[in-house]
């Protein structure tokens, strides 16, 4: 991947987070692209931190680039690593491409992986944990999302909100056996969300593997 993708998805986590914050998920930011490369979205697990980039190809179609960081106990961060990534069917950056696929609905999943990273938790084997990785479509008519962590053991963690959005591509990453119950909230002059609207209100979950 290009240096440059590396170097803007560093600058998106240092942006994104305050050395010695602990929480959940960073607040996603969009700071300048460079090479026509934007961040979609930014998500900090504990001490590792992923970025998800937008950028288009030389062929023209866009692509997404996932990568991911380490923090020291300075707080700062390691030198953004590539994760994955892959072409997309859709322009993101495009509204009528989006509302294409959305066809009137506010969530829609829109891409998940899985990958083997060290976590270092006590849980954890050896300290590797397959983490899942899982995107939503968001409606421009969304302003914010509210995320309930839930564990399969039935014990609830206290929600949080995330917004204002960065882009119509939402990431989240999940640790084993951890469910995020997500609800958007509509933009101010927007048509209401009722509470508990099945289509307003999706499920995601890391099953927990035994080896």
């Known amino acids: ?13 240092t942006a994104a987070t305050t050395p010695g914050t602990e929480t959940p998920q960073a607040p ?3 700071p300048a692209g460079r090479g026509g490369a934007t961040v979609a979205d930014t998500c900090v697990r504990d001490d590792l931190g992923f970025a998800l980039l937008l950028h288009r190809r030389g062929d023209g179609r866009m692509a997404e680039e996932l990568y991911f ?19 997309l069917g859709i322009d993101p950056t495009s509204e009528s491409e989006v509302a294409a696929v959305l066809r009137g609905r506010l969530l829609l999943p829109f891409g998940e992986s899985e990958t083997e990273l060290f976590t270092g938790r006590p849980e954890a084997p050896e300290g590797y944990e397959t983490l899942c990785f899982q995107e939503l479509l968001v409606s421009p008519e969304v302003d914010r999302i509210d995320v309930e962590s839930t564990a399969t053991t039935g014990v609830t963690l206290p929600g949080r909100i995330r917004g204002p959005l960065a882009s119509p591509v939402t990431l989240f990453v999940l640790f084993p056996g951890e469910r995020l119950i997500v609800r958007p909230t509509a933009r101010e002059g927007h048509r209401p969300i009722p509470q508990g609207e099945g289509e307003a209100v999706h499920e995601l979950t890391c099953w927990q593997r035994t080896i």
Do not use: F
């Not at 960081?69 to 072409?87: I, K, Q, Y």
């Open 28 to 30: 996603p930011i969009r």
């Open 1 to 13: 991947m290009p240096e440059n993708l590396a170097q803007l998805a560093h600058a998106a986590l």
């Open 69 to 87: 960081s380490t923090r020291r106990d300075d707080g700062s961060w390691t030198p953004a690593d590539h994760l994955s990534g892959g072409v």
